[in-house]
């Protein structure tokens, strides 16, 4: 069980160097280390079936997120900096409630599956009558903090700011041969249904 708390606490100093990172394509990876390690925890305290059921909640809504990042890289003419977001509420609604519920779960909202799936990790982890159980209780509480956090950073500095990107991101051109301006919007028919 020791070896499953220090994966878990080395889980999140990555968490913590990836949260300066800049690029989208890492915007996500943290939390899917961190959650991974969630479900080491799981196993480590032979709470297997536990441990599926937060493998099969985080798979739905970890292909939300990931959805709503594609999303996002469509309406931003393919520009992967999300420090040059901002303010995409008002262009993609749909994706902006996809990636909120999805956020909702992964933070473990009341209510939401990764709060059952979350709820059931810790419980395990504190009924343990070890103290090695209890190490691991609160550096995985103190990982939830830290999830909580990096999602309400996700969804601020892609949705709620004023926007940081060149005119190029919100208006960019659809066509090189037409020449036209098109502002960052919604994906087609085939992006938006597996979203929604």
Do not use: W
């Not at 939300?64 to 993609?92: E, M, S, T």
């Not at 996809?98 to 810790?122: E, H, N, Q």
């Not at 009558?129 to 892609?158: D, H, N, R």
């Amino acid at each position: 069980m020791d070896a499953d708390g220090s994966i878990y606490y080395n889980d999140k100093s990555d968490q913590l160097v990836f949260s300066i990172t800049q690029k989208n394509k890492y915007l996500l990876d943290p939390l899917l280390i961190l959650y991974s390690g969630m479900m080491v925890i799981a196993v480590g305290l032979s709470s297997y079936n536990v441990a599926l059921f937060h493998l099969v909640n985080h798979a739905f809504y970890k292909a939300l997120l990931f959805l709503g990042a594609g999303a996002v890289i469509h309406a931003v003419a393919d520009n992967q900096d999300f420090r040059k977001y901002g303010g995409l509420k008002a262009y993609l609604p749909l994706t902006y409630s996809v990636m909120l519920i999805a956020s909702l779960s992964l933070v473990a909202f009341p209510f939401m599956t990764g709060f059952y799936s979350k709820d059931f990790i810790l419980e395990s982890a504190y009924g343990q009558f070890y103290f090695s159980g209890i190490v691991v209780y609160f550096i995985a509480t103190i990982g939830a903090m830290f999830t909580t956090l990096y999602s309400v950073k996700v969804l601020y500095l892609t949705f709620l700011t004023n926007p940081n990107g060149p005119m190029i991101n919100y208006y960019h051109l659809k066509s090189h041969v037409l020449n036209y301006d098109k502002r960052a919007h919604e994906g087609n028919i085939f992006m938006s249904l597996p979203a929604g």
